[in-house]
């Protein structure tokens, strides 16, 4: 089967760093996407990564790991609008999105 | 502004009626997706479609119907024969169905079954 793993809740701290994990085993692979969803809204796009290594946007970064199924998303510099649920999705050898659950982030000042 | 609509963002209905969800796209993109969000989970592909008059089942398609007349439009009913209804309904749509394309979502429609 298809499975896509990412920790259900993390608190930080307003202004620290934080990392969002994401492990995956699916059949096939043709890339990784997160998303930013805020609680009752539409997820919104961040990053996708289909080659392996970190891509820098901002605040935010991800990274891919192909050979070990593993992905993370960087967080800096955390603000109390970074509040939201994090999905990450994985894009299948059919070309079908493979959702995680997504992981709650909760900021603290 | 270009973006996607789904309206009403929230809907009550009685346990045994069919409900229709909305979902407008005016992005010009050919394929469109219905999700349904549970809490702890992930998204679920109930239906989609790549372009005008065609769909096919997601992963969860019992219980519900869709119909694909324009290119704008994807609308979403569930049926009564849908055991467990209330849920957060998500509307996607993107550039095409096939390849690596980002999708872009509306606002979502919560459904309450009572």
């Known amino acids: 089967g298809q499975n896509i793993d990412q920790p259900t809740e993390m608190t930080a701290t307003e202004g620290a760093i934080v990392q969002i994990n994401c492990t995956y085993q699916?059949?096939?692979?043709?890339?990784l996407f997160w998303y930013q969803q805020h609680a009752g809204e539409a997820p919104t796009f961040l990053s996708y990564?289909?080659l392996d290594g970190l891509e820098e946007k901002g605040r935010f970064s991800s990274f891919l790991s192909r050979s070990k199924g593993y992905s993370y998303l960087l967080l800096k510099e955390l603000q109390m609008k970074d509040s939201a649920s994090y999905l990450c999705?994985?894009?299948?050898?059919?070309?079908?999105?493979?959702w995680g659950a997504g992981t709650k982030l909760i900021i603290k000042p | 502004d270009g973006g996607i609509t789904q309206s009403p963002k929230y809907l009550f209905r009685k346990e045994g009626q069919n409900v229709t969800l909305s979902c407008e796209q005016n992005?010009?993109?050919?394929?469109m997706y219905w999700y349904r969000q549970d809490p702890g989970q992930g998204l679920r592909l109930i239906y989609y479609?790549?372009?005008?008059?065609?769909?096919q089942k997601g992963d969860i398609a019992e219980g519900y119907s869709v119909s694909r007349e324009k290119k704008e439009s994807f609308p979403l009913t569930v049926t009564s024969a849908q055991k467990n209804p209330t849920a957060f309904y998500l509307c996607?749509?993107?550039?095409?169905?096939?390849?690596?394309?980002?999708?872009?979502f509306g606002p979502g429609t919560r459904l309450t079954v009572l």
């Open positions: 479609s790549q372009i005008v008059n065609d769909f």
């Open positions: 996607a749509s993107s550039i095409e169905g096939t390849g690596i394309n980002e999708q872009f």
């Open positions: 992005l010009n993109h050919d394929a």
């Open positions: 699916t059949s096939g692979f043709n890339g």
């Open positions: 999705a994985v894009i299948d050898s059919n070309y079908q999105l493979i």
């Open positions: 990564n289909v």
